[in-house]
């Protein structure tokens, strides 16, 4: 079967006085059957290369479902009388959630379980379920939660009486994904947040149980369009806060709890360039600020006094501070020193870190506990160690392991190893990356190596451990992370060194990352892949404009390829809310740097690595039009006789299928994909590390 071929209709852009042509703009229209039959020629052409991989693909498969345990229960977290967790059996898609009554966790064992919910129940006669978030009213009598079935950002809220095991008739559409639910402290109201018509959050509403929807109070109204609307309770459970956010500026308004009629009190008015975060502790406020502090500092606040602010801990250009976790008797503050995670404890208008025995790892402080804990619990894991869950005493300080996440099948760490490596990038920075492989990996010379980077909004790429990984590592495989710059691994410094007009440090960075691996003999060009998905499908799709010849085979899921054009595009869901993140090409300056790395923009009559990508039909993040055009434009001008397949979910969004089997299927096969490329078999284990 030839690959499918798009029928291309002249559609130049004009702006700036340049002309961006697309001959591929008709794919946007999901309502023309012409768009649709071309997306199911693609998936019929990603099935025919994928048939003869189909034995590979499912022993890789069969490989991972042997490494699910039989059954993964989480700690258990304590709220008045119960104690609440999830647990996941090995032939279930779908967690199950649960909670027992008991006056200590010592008496867990003899407690009697009461299922909260169970997905798995919710799913049947579903091809696609999520649900994202659940609260617990303060009495634990009800729970609300938040579901979606077509994979959009536009979730209904559900009640369900944890009494009768029924659920009630309060049931409220089109409220937003996650940040955007809370119970008032009597139980009586809900605050919810409801998503406009390109699904960003920006109206919150107030409804009483039991009376209609219809009738539900706007509380607050987010109107500027580069702003997002959040909800949380404090830990203390005594506020409501209220976020506006962009991503530059912060504007907090908060609600007493109990008293769930009155206004909102705004804390502090919206500044550009000023984020700051609040939490609550007895008579204060505690503020974490980026006023003339890059990496954030620490001040309290008094409840009696909210224009006064006492600086608690110093800026640091060493220290990130990213988050506050109040409990009665103690303050902890989470962040990153040293490119890796960290906790500390306030002590003495200091802080006094917590130590760890590995060089690598990823620690946090485990959410919803209990403001009245005397025992945290704290979430550890690395490349090499499952995750781990310790109970750290407030009173003594002293930690305790209560629970590793069991690992099915056959692991014993010491035939693995992981390493931080360093590359100097172009300006002469050094990026971190961190790498996980088998012992005698490299004994042959350079080794199969999958490279994985995102490097946007901030957001990290940390050491974690995947018992899914195991069965391509003992093939001889090598899984590197690059942590570019637009990430916030090396502090606020390198996420702000990797957005806006510095966004081409992103890709930079990752290809110093490939060269360093291929001149230090880890690897070799006919060896590697590189892996990203939505902004990091941009990085890879970036890339392979920049320098495929580094890469035999790039993956690029739900990838962010047409920035320029959907970045003019209001209609597009969250397009305003993202031009502090890339700029707004309606500037003259942003749209030209934009253009210099927009994958789409950027095809060339060049050869390009294999190419596996995937999208999603309702995606209201990445729109499935992206990497069509892109697929279709790459086919019509490349020069080479590498495969590249597009894979579209026709009834799933960002986030691919519902479901852990499901996730382990769709992985399976891009796996598959990536080691007929690289020329790995099903029969190379390494059997005898040296």
């Known amino acids: 079967m030839k690959p499918p071929v798009a029928k291309r209709i002249p559609h130049p852009h004009e702006l700036h006085g340049d002309v961006r042509e697309?001959?591929?703009?008709?794919?946007?229209?999901?309502?023309?059957?012409?768009?649709?039959?071309?997306?199911?020629?693609?998936?019929?052409?990603?099935?025919?290369?994928?048939?003869?991989?189909?034995?590979?693909?499912?022993?890789?498969?069969?490989?991972?479902?042997?490494?699910?345990?039989?059954?993964?229960?989480?700690?258990?977290?304590?709220?008045g009388?119960?104690?609440?967790?999830?647990?996941?059996?090995?032939?279930?898609?779908?967690?199950?959630?649960?909670?027992k009554r008991a006056a200590s966790r010592e008496l867990l064992p003899e407690a009697t379980e009461e299922v909260v919910l169970d997905l798995n129940v919710l799913a049947e006669g579903s091809d696609y379920l999520s649900v994202t978030a659940q609260r617990i009213s303060t009495d634990q009598n009800r729970l609300a939660y938040l579901e979606n079935r077509d994979g959009t950002d536009r979730y209904t809220i559900h009640v369900k009486d944890l009494e009768t095991d029924e659920l009630l008739p309060d049931r409220i559409p089109d409220v937003f994904l996650y940040g955007s639910m809370e119970w008032s402290r009597c139980g009586d109201y809900i605050f919810y947040i409801t998503v406009d018509e390109n699904q960003r959050p920006y109206r919150l509403w107030r409804h009483r149980l039991g009376s209609d929807v219809d009738n539900d109070e706007l509380?607050?109204?987010?109107?500027?369009?580069?702003?997002?609307?959040?909800v949380s309770k404090s830990q203390s459970g005594k506020f409501i806060f209220v976020y506006s956010h962009?991503?530059?500026?912060?504007?907090?308004?908060?609600?007493?709890?109990?008293?769930?009629?009155?206004?909102?009190?705004?804390?502090?008015?919206?500044?550009?360039?000023?984020?700051?975060?609040?939490?609550?502790?007895?008579?204060?406020?505690?503020?974490?600020t980026n006023e003339e502090a890059l990496n954030f500092q620490l001040l309290r606040c008094p409840l009696n006094d909210l224009e006064s602010r006492v600086k608690i801990i110093e800026h640091s250009e060493e220290r990130y501070l990213q988050a506050i976790y109040p409990f009665r008797n103690t303050l902890l503050v989470a962040g990153r020193e040293n490119g890796l995670t960290q906790i500390w404890k306030v002590q003495d208008d200091g802080l006094e870190r917590f130590e760890w025995e590995e060089p690598l790892y990823t620690v946090a402080v485990l959410s919803d506990q209990s403001y009245e804990a005397t025992e945290v619990l704290l979430q550890y894991e690395s490349l090499l160690t499952p995750k781990t869950t310790f109970g750290l005493n407030l009173v003594t300080g002293e930690k305790h392991r209560l629970q590793v996440a069991p690992v099915s099948g056959e692991y014993d760490r010491s035939n693995y190893r992981q390493e931080q490596l360093w590359a100097e990038a172009e300006d002469g920075v050094n990026v971190p990356m961190t790498a996980v492989y088998r012992e005698g990996a490299f004994d042959d010379g350079p080794a199969p190596l999958i490279l994985y980077?995102?490097?946007?909004?901030?957001?990290?790429?940390?050491?974690?451990?995947?018992?899914?990984?195991?069965?391509?590592?003992?093939?001889?495989?090598?899984?590197?992370?690059?942590?570019?710059?637009?990430?916030?691994?090396?502090?606020?410094s390198w996420y702000e060194d990797g957005k806006m007009q510095k966004k081409r440090n992103t890709f930079t960075d990752?290809?110093?990352?490939?060269?360093?691996l291929i001149e230090q003999d880890y690897t070799s060009p006919n060896l590697m892949a590189a892996r990203g998905g939505s902004a990091g499908g941009l990085l890879v799709g970036a890339v392979a404009n920049m320098a495929g010849e580094l890469f035999q085979v790039i993956v690029p899921a739900v990838p962010f390829v047409d920035v320029v054009t959907t970045m003019l595009d209001t209609t597009i869901p969250l397009t305003t809310l993202e031009w502090d993140e890339w700029g707004n090409p309606q500037d003259r300056e942003d749209y030209f740097y934009m253009k210099?790395?927009?994958?789409?923009?950027?095809?060339?009559?060049?050869?390009?690595?294999?190419?596996?990508?995937?999208?999603?039909?309702?995606?209201?993040?990445?729109?499935?039009?992206?990497?069509?055009?892109?697929?279709?434009?790459?086919?019509?001008?490349?020069?080479?006789?590498?495969?590249?397949?597009?894979?579209?979910?026709?009834?799933?969004?960002?986030?691919?299928?519902?479901?852990?089997?499901?996730?382990?299927?769709?992985?399976?096969?891009?796996?598959?994909?990536?080691?007929?490329?690289?020329?790995?078999?099903?029969?190379?284990?390494?059997?005898?590390?040296?």
């Open 22 to 79: 697309d001959d591929y703009y008709w794919l946007k229209d999901r309502t023309n059957p012409e768009v649709i039959e071309y997306l199911e020629e693609e998936n019929r052409y990603f099935e025919e290369i994928m048939r003869p991989l189909e034995e590979q693909a499912e022993q890789i498969y069969e490989s991972m479902v042997d490494r699910v345990p039989d059954s993964e229960v989480k700690v258990p977290v304590q709220h």
């Open 81 to 99: 009388p119960f104690f609440y967790y999830s647990r996941l059996d090995k032939d279930k898609q779908y967690p199950i959630y649960a909670r």
């Open 219 to 230: 509380v607050f109204e987010e109107k500027d369009e580069t702003f997002t609307l959040f």
């Open 246 to 288: 962009s991503k530059t500026s912060s504007e907090i308004r908060m609600l007493d709890a109990d008293a769930p009629l009155s206004p909102l009190q705004l804390l502090d008015a919206r500044r550009e360039g000023i984020l700051y975060d609040v939490e609550h502790r007895e008579d204060d406020l505690f503020i974490l």
């Open 453 to 492: 980077g995102y490097g946007s909004y901030g957001a990290n790429s940390d050491p974690h451990f995947d018992p899914y990984r195991i069965p391509l590592l003992d093939k001889g495989v090598v899984f590197v992370t690059a942590q570019v710059r637009g990430g916030s691994e090396m502090g606020r």
């Open 510 to 516: 990752f290809i110093a990352a490939a060269k360093y």
């Open 596 to 690: 210099s790395y927009s994958p789409y923009d950027n095809v060339e009559a060049k050869n390009y690595p294999h190419m596996y990508i995937t999208t999603g039909l309702n995606d209201p993040r990445v729109g499935y039009w992206e990497p069509a055009k892109w697929v279709a434009r790459m086919r019509a001008i490349k020069t080479d006789d590498n495969v590249i397949v597009l894979k579209t979910n026709m009834g799933a969004g960002h986030f691919g299928k519902s479901g852990r089997f499901n996730h382990l299927k769709e992985a399976a096969e891009c796996y598959a994909f990536i080691l007929d490329k690289l020329g790995v078999t099903a029969e190379l284990p390494i059997s005898n590390p040296r």
